[in-house]
């Protein structure tokens, strides 16, 4: 649509001359702000895959020159993916429960999440987000742990030391900047460790993600970002974020690699998650890359992704799952014996039980733990101690017994 | 930079021993402090805008990059939140960053990663991952700067539990104050009265003053207690010199830590004195002194003779160069704010 606005400067009076501004007869609508058709100059380049929608090995074309891992690493990520499912079903039926505050489901995702951890050595760090539970999971976070967090225990519920993870970020972007900054210590320290951040694809407009891209190149930083484009930021489409083709494209205005994979297909996002990081091992500098993939379920339980989205889409992501894919060719292979399937089975169930148990544990917080950490020994205030003694004199009347109130003022 | 693992970051020749006395001015005292915490430490390392072969817009860290190499003092990419996110990773990986916001209205790109993880990161690990991080902000007017460049940020991060802030008001405090912030496990907002970055003492490095968390009284007095900090401790002493010719005597407290509090110090002075005015160039609603007047009329309040006053800049942005004057709090607008309450 098109409006033809009537011209209120009077480009041929004699400058000085103020004419009394017209107004417009009738206001027309505003512009919408982006409007269709965006210019799309460059078509969307092909996806980088290893292993095809139907389980076959992708042509050589589609391969950007990356081989397929061996069956046994196939194997292994497929062990992962399925039993990192298995958790996340059962939470998702936790939370249905009510017993968990809230969590954000990574289903459908799992060979993006997986790839991730499985292509960090043990001296590398991870960065996740609030979506990435299951990555946690596969680096070995006991799920009770993991659930912390989530059910309202502590802001974050694991040993982020032992197991080289920082706590998962809920402000956008903003761990992809610490990841940069890691990097850069280990770096200067000459040592090999390298960093990993996993970002949305939402995340990406954020400020934060520029300066860290930018950082990190410019440093060149032994960093890893690898967004998961799961197309939705909450219910914003990646359309609505940025009119450039690919997250990955990004890259090259940064000076560093980057790869817009099939983030679907785990053969190909292994690979690829793997070759980067070597090559930041080796003073290679930072990698982008982009896991094109589908956010299956809500954003979190107390979204309604009916107002934004329709179901025969999500439908025909279903019908693109990457564990199904895996499986295929797996079984295509030979490499999936019955004895192994029923192993993986036993393994998820019995996590998801474990899981289930874990949430029946009492959590102990002790309430006045919340003044313990924030400043170290060293720095302790004399001012929050005042608070802590206040909130211990509250909780000891709140214990005695009724008829004693008071007793302890 | 170009961070290149060939780079081997020279150390100094060594921190300063104590020698002869010398004529520091502000800046330089902050500029021996982290020279001689970066000999100390190998883990301190030094980035921001400028502060390589420039030495820094104010020259605070004038001659470090030569001293000590592209790998501990570096020009950072132009991105506010960037430095501080950077540090935050740095400081999980064992360094001491010291950063530099170049002006306090430009420290606002990094209000996210101070507030909601400088300050947040210790409590949400329980205390597993500490950052030791300083973040230097030269704050406040009176330079004649254009807009943007006078802020007084200090509640911003004053309301925010998590950091400690501080602000020297003299070359000794900022050189001690300075050496303490670096060494501090926890991250350290390190304020620094631009105004004064030019005063000059003679002074002997390495020197140290009292606890950087600790409010010091510089003028003992009976009849009122000035609670100074930064650029209006120098205020306060004149306001002092003047009431005195008045026949006032006035006791002036360079608060120095902004947070913590130093309750003890203050109220013992206010106890003695039973009146109170906290000074400050940053306008009055919802400001710093606001804290300092409600908390100590609630622990003080029956040693008091009058309300606690707060004479400081006017709730409008920081004006324009030629009318900075009429913003700030003066000596004559102090006195005339103590001559208000019923003696
Ligand atoms: C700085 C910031 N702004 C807003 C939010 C609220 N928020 C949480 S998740 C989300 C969408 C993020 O989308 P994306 O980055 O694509 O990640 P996804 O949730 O799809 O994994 C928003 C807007 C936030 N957490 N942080
Ligand atoms: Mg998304």
Redesign the pocket.
Same mark, same amino acid.
């Given at each position: 649509m098109t409006h033809s606005y009537p011209m209120t400067l009077n480009v041929e009076s004699s400058p000085g001359e103020h004419l009394p501004p017209v107004q417009p007869p009738v206001q027309p609508p505003m512009q919408p702000l982006a409007q269709p058709p965006r210019q799309a100059p460059i078509a969307t380049p092909p996806l980088l895959r290893l292993i095809d929608d139907a389980g076959h090995a992708a042509p050589a074309a589609e391969s950007g020159g990356f081989a397929l891992p061996p069956l046994t690493t196939l194997l292994r990520l497929y062990r992962q993916m399925v039993v990192a499912r298995r958790f996340e079903a059962q939470v998702t039926a936790l939370t249905r429960q009510g017993r968990l505050a809230t969590y %954000?489901s990574?289903l459908g /995702?799992e060979a993006c999440e997986i790839a991730a951890v499985a292509s960090l050595a043990p001296e590398d760090w991870l960065f996740p987000?609030?979506?990435d539970s299951i990555a946690l999971l596969t680096r070995g976070v006991p799920p009770e742990q993991i659930l912390a967090s989530f059910r309202g225990d502590w802001h974050s519920g694991y040993d982020q030391q032992q197991h080289r993870i920082a706590p998962q970020a809920? %402000?956008?972007?903003?761990q992809a900047l610490h990841a940069v900054g890691l990097a850069t210590a280990a770096k200067l320290k000459r040592h090999s460790t390298v960093a990993l951040t996993l970002?949305?694809?939402?995340?990406?407009s954020?400020g934060?993600a520029h300066e860290a891209f930018n950082f990190a190149a410019v440093w060149q930083a032994p960093v890893v970002f690898l967004v998961?484009?799961?197309?939705?930021?909450?219910s914003?489409p990646?359309d609505k974020?940025m009119a450039c083709r690919t997250i990955a494209d990004k890259a090259i205005g940064y000076g560093m690699p980057g790869y817009y994979v099939d983030g679907n297909d785990v053969a190909a996002m292994y690979a690829v998650v793997t070759a980067a990081i070597d090559r930041a091992r080796s003073g290679g500098g930072p990698t982008l890359i982009e896991g094109l993939t589908y956010?299956i379920e809500a954003?979190t339980n107390s979204d309604d992704p009916s107002r934004y989205r329709n179901a025969a889409d999500v439908d025909v992501w279903r019908g693109r799952d990457p564990i199904e894919r895996l499986e295929k060719y797996l079984v295509s292979e030979g490499a999936l014996p019955a004895a192994e399937r029923a192993d993986i089975t036993r393994e998820a169930e019995e996590l998801a039980a474990a899981t289930r148990d874990c949430m029946t544990r009492q959590a102990t917080s002790d309430p006045l733990e919340l003044f313990d950490h924030l400043y170290s020994p060293s720095s302790a205030r004399p001012a929050l101690a005042e608070q802590r003694a206040f909130l211990a004199a509250e909780l000891a009347e709140l214990a005695a017994p009724s008829t004693d109130k008071g007793a302890n003022r | 930079m170009t961070i290149t693992t060939q780079d081997t970051g020279q150390a100094g020749s060594g921190a300063s021993v104590a020698g002869e006395p010398e004529t520091l001015s502000l800046a330089a005292a902050l500029n021996a402090a982290i020279r001689d915490a970066m000999v100390d430490d190998p883990t301190v390392v030094l980035f921001g805008e400028d502060v390589g072969p420039l030495g820094g817009v104010f020259r605070v860290t004038d001659g470090l990059y030569a001293e000590f190499g592209e790998t501990r003092v570096s020009d950072s990419p132009l991105a506010e939140s960037g430095i501080v996110g950077t540090a935050i990773g740095m400081a999980m990986y064992g360094m001491r960053p010291v950063v530099e916001m170049q002006f306090d209205a430009f420290s606002y790109p990094a209000f /996210?990663q101070i507030v909601s993880h400088v300050a947040k990161m210790r409590n949400r690990t329980r205390g597993r991952i500490t950052l030791p991080i300083v973040i230097r902000i030269p704050y406040a007017g009176d330079i004649g700067g254009l807009e943007h460049h006078s802020d007084s940020s200090e509640a911003y991060w004053t309301a925010t539990p998590g950091l400690t802030v501080v602000t020297p008001s003299n070359p000794a405090d900022a050189y001690s104050m300075l050496r303490e912030a670096i060494a501090s496990d926890d991250p350290v907002i390190f304020m620094e009265p631009k105004s004064r970055y030019w005063s000059k003492v003679e002074l002997t490095l390495p020197v140290q003053t009292a606890p950087m968390t600790s409010a010091v009284v510089l003028r003992e007095g009976t009849d009122v207690t000035l609670l100074a900090y930064g650029p209006t401790v120098k205020t306060a002493l004149t306001t002092a010199e003047q009431g005195a010719e008045e026949g006032l005597s006035i006791e002036v407290i360079d608060l120095r830590s902004l947070s913590p509090f130093d309750d003890e110090t203050v109220s013992a002075s206010l106890r003695k004195t039973g009146r109170a005015a906290v000074i400050h160039e940053a306008a009055q609603f919802g400001g710093y002194g606001a804290e300092v007047a409600a908390r100590l009329t609630e622990r003080n309040f029956f040693y008091l003779a009058a309300p606690i006053l707060r004479i400081t800049g006017f709730d409008i942005p920081y004006p324009a160069p030629k009318l900075e004057e009429h913003f700030l709090p003066s000596p004559d607008r102090i006195l005339t704010a103590l001559a208000g309450w019923e003696w």
């Open positions: %954000p990574a /995702q987000t609030y979506r809920t %402000p956008l972007a903003t970002l949305g694809d939402g995340a990406t954020e934060d998961q484009n799961n197309q939705f930021a909450i914003v990646l974020q956010r954003h | /996210q």
